[in-house]
């Protein structure tokens, strides 16, 4: 299958600084769900940026749906792979929600770009807030204006910039659930995340960095069973998994549900 | 690049108190005004040029200087050919080197084209080795020290540091705006200025709201400009300090006195 | 909450506060509240007054906050917010914020720990003293003339847990300060807090992310709609299933487990906190059935 995202000995520093990126090479594939994990520092966001031409590679080659980036604009590849940016509070500027969504897509040229805007906003559930000023927005509220901002450009390739990380409950959950409509939909999505549960509960695969470079790449059963990458990047396993491996469960589980079926299941 | 930073050395100049370095840069700057004849303004710059190397700084102070090359040429033709309307130059036409058309280059008019672009960088030389030898903290301290009232040095210092990080802030600002089609170079001058609101109002609203956060943290750990404080950091002033602030103020003089004698003046 | 003999009870007395703001709407309603030597946790879902309350406990309210007004009594050591000048009452609580970047002023380390004792006017070597015992307390002697900016995250929030324990505040109040930070920067702010428990400080701590730090905690207020409506031990909090679900929170992995199983017939002795209690309690059922 063709990749739709592909980096070859991809290698980045800014100018006269140390090296962030050191020989990545992926490919990640169209319609999966993936998650990229890592400590801060890692080059996460430094990797991320080059699938949408914000940065260009020093060595090596980045290609999206075989563009070569170095050759395209970000205009023209952020058509292809949107990118919601960590703060909300980065993009937001406009006098009301609505026109804050249909910012995108006028730029772009999309078709009808206020039909895409109109059905953006009920994808992430803020209809009722259409005129109001994106500035009174609660944080959770913004973050998801910030998601159909970039719905509305229809892209193919999503990435998500810590979506989660200061949000409450309630949004994180409004989020995944937002994620698994994109994977009904076909869409690509790259999550930046530390939210192990997140990772665990939507990706297809996870990538796991470390001082610039993928150290492992696996499902979520795969990575964060594994002790010895865990431990080599310094992060505690979900408490389940710790669990579970307590009760020498084979096949260790990675959330509650999965837990308790497999109890069940095992009392039965 | 970043305008001015400090940059972390262990030069003779670094050394010096940051006061001693304080009244060399402002020494500098008023020779470079006092006189003005092309041949003391280059050795002058000369000099500049030599305690930048000093101070283990020259390499990061020639680019600057490359990059306001345009400007420092500009100043050459301006003076050369316009001095006589300007406020300092004389106003006769002497011994004409060459003619433009309608403007003429005077033997002069030559004396000052080649003097003024010294004398800018000169005296933009000047702070900038300043500047990139002193902390930040050593330069609110001797301001300080120097009479400016506590509040105004620490909201200097303070902006210093903000204009960083906002400068920071900026860049992932356009960024963002940039990944939903925002174009910044294209078209005409006032669409290019309107395609920069959607990064400035993020931008200013970021701005305020860290200037109001560092006042809270600010008033949570004791702050308060119009009470006495200790300063953590010393400023000593050595032998060479005082060796230093002698000859600057000699020199000061004599230079003076050379002046008024017509020495180092165009004539 | 054990009471020794001799000890000092309350660092903290709440009188009856309300703080409503200017557009007429009250986020803080019928708060009492006293709080000994302990570890408290202040938790509830986002706008239920948990900010607010801390500006309150700190002096920030009614000092630097001027959206509102505040009714009722804050008394801080015997000293009562009203009355005593901002820079008294940071001698006695210390406050951390949730976004490192702007509590941090010093050029280097050193210098942003030494900020708030230049304020007080202690003197030079008095100042140098408590920045080396504080780098040592923190671990950060080797950052010590290090720029901040060349700090993770992490690093970054116990540089000002630092700055502000070198003022020796007793009571030390913190709002989310794990909100923004990674896995491994948490790490790093919770084995701090652990240090400054077994150090015998008062602290306050405002979090959502509570799986992080619930073993540390001695009590669990609960904000909702500017109202207390809970404050308990944290066991007795957790086995509260209706009212955890309720406010929010994210629910620790090892919580919701307990949850299921209580519902499926288990029987817990205590409500277990971290995975350790959970296998134990697991195999004190499993011993007895």
């Given amino acids: 299958m063709n990749s739709i995202i592909n980096t070859k000995n991809l290698w980045f520093a800014y100018e006269n600084r140390n090296w962030i990126l050191r020989g990545i090479n992926i490919d990640i594939y169209p319609s999966e769900i993936v998650s990229l994990i890592g400590p801060n520092g890692c080059g996460k966001t430094t990797l991320v940026k080059h699938f949408n031409g914000l940065l260009k590679p020093v060595k090596g080659k980045v290609f999206v749906k075989d563009i070569d980036t170095s050759r395209a604009s970000p205009a023209e590849l952020s058509r292809i792979v949107g990118y919601v940016f960590q703060n909300p509070n980065y993009q937001i500027f406009s006098a009301t929600v609505f026109e804050e969504t249909i910012f995108g897509p006028k730029n772009f040229g999309v078709e009808n770009p206020e039909q895409t805007a109109f059905s953006s906003i009920k994808d992430v559930g803020l209809e009722d807030k259409m005129k109001i000023s994106p500035f009174s927005l609660s944080l959770g509220e913004k973050e998801r204006l910030a998601i159909a901002s970039v719905l509305a450009i229809t892209p193919q390739v999503f990435i998500f910039d810590e979506p989660t990380t200061g949000q409450d409950r309630s949004t994180t959950k409004k989020i995944i659930k937002i994620v698994n409509r994109m994977r009904k939909s076909n869409k690509t999505v790259i999550i930046i995340t530390h939210d192990m549960e997140l990772a665990s509960e939507c990706s297809d695969r996870v990538f796991v960095m470390n001082r610039g470079i993928i150290e492992k790449v696996g499902d979520p059963h795969e990575i964060f069973s594994d002790e010895r990458l865990l431990r080599k990047i310094q992060l505690s396993p979900p408490t389940i998994v710790t669990i579970g491996k307590s009760l020498a469960m084979n096949s260790v589980p990675l959330t509650v549900e999965e837990f308790v079926k497999r109890l069940k299941n095992e009392i039965d | ?267 | 909450m054990v009471i020794g003999p001799g000890e000092s009870v309350e660092k903290i007395i709440v009188e009856n506060i309300y703080y409503k703001h200017y557009n007429s709407e009250f986020s803080l309603k019928n708060i009492n509240l006293k709080i000994g030597n302990e570890f408290v946790l202040l938790t509830g879902p986002s706008g239920s007054g948990k900010s607010t309350l801390v500006y309150c406990l700190t002096g920030l309210i009614p000092y630097y906050i001027r959206n509102g007004k505040m009714s009722g009594s804050v008394w801080i050591d015997d000293k009562n917010t009203n009355d005593t000048p901002l820079e008294e009452l940071t001698k006695k609580v210390g406050v951390v914020l949730q976004n490192p970047e702007s509590q941090i002023f010093g050029m280097t380390v050193e210098e942003d720990l030494a900020f708030g004792l230049e304020n007080l006017c202690m003197p030079r070597h008095q100042i140098n003293k408590k920045v080396n015992e504080i780098l040592s307390f923190l671990e950060l002697k080797k950052f010590r003339n290090m720029p901040p900016e060349a700090l993770s995250g992490g690093q970054k929030q116990k540089l000002v847990i630092g700055s502000v324990l070198a003022l020796e505040p007793e009571i030390i109040v913190l709002d989310e300060p794990l909100s923004n930070l990674d896995p491994w920067g948490a790490r790093l702010v919770v084995s701090t807090l652990e240090k400054l428990k077994k150090a015998g400080r008062t602290i306050v701590l405002v979090e959502r992310k509570i799986e992080n730090v619930i073993h540390l905690v001695d009590r669990v207020v609960a904000l909702e709609n500017g109202r207390i409506i809970a404050d308990e031990s944290p066991r007795k909090f957790l086995a509260n299933k209706k009212l955890v679900e309720r406010l929010g929170i994210n629910i620790p992995q090892v919580v919701k487990l307990t949850y299921h199983l209580k519902s499926s017939g288990f029987k817990f002795m205590k409500f277990p906190l971290t995975a350790e209690e959970f296998m134990s309690e697991l195999n004190e059922f499993h011993n007895k059935y």
């Fill in chain 2, 1 to 267: 690049m970043k305008l001015i930073e400090y940059k972390k050395k262990n030069s003779v100049i670094h050394k010096l108190d940051a006061r001693t370095k304080l009244i060399l840069c402002a020494t500098l700057i008023l020779l470079a005004f006092i006189f003005n004849d092309p041949l003391f303004l280059f050795a002058l710059f000369l000099f500049s040029i030599y305690l930048s190397y000093l101070a283990e700084i020259h390499h990061e102070v020639i680019p600057r200087i490359k990059i306001l090359a345009p400007s420092i040429i500009m100043s050459f033709f301006l003076w050369a050919l316009f001095h006589r309307w300007s406020l300092f130059g004389s106003t006769e036409i002497v011994d004409v080197v060459f003619t433009l058309g309608p403007l003429t280059v005077d033997r002069i008019g030559l004396m000052y084209g080649l003097a003024m672009p010294f004398r800018v960088m000169t005296v933009l030389i000047s702070p900038i080795i300043f500047l990139m030898t002193t902390k930040l903290s050593d330069v609110i301290h001797c301001l300080t020290k120097l009479g400016l009232p506590y509040p105004w040095a620490f909201t200097f210092g303070l902006s210093t540091k903000l204009v960083s990080v906002i400068g920071n802030e900026f860049m992932t600002i356009k960024q963002a705006q940039m990944s939903r089609g925002l174009e910044t170079e294209k078209g005409s001058l006032i669409k290019r200025i309107k395609s920069h609101i959607p990064i400035i109002v993020p931008l200013t609203i970021k701005g305020i709201e860290l200037s109001d956060q560092l006042g809270m943290s600010m008033s949570i750990k004791g702050f308060n400009p119009n009470s006495k404080r200790t300063f953590y950091r010393q400023l000593k002033m050595r032998k060479i300090d005082f060796l230093i602030l002698i000859i600057c103020l000699t020199s000061l003089l004599v230079s003076v006195v050379m002046r008024m004698g017509g020495i180092g003046v165009i004539v």
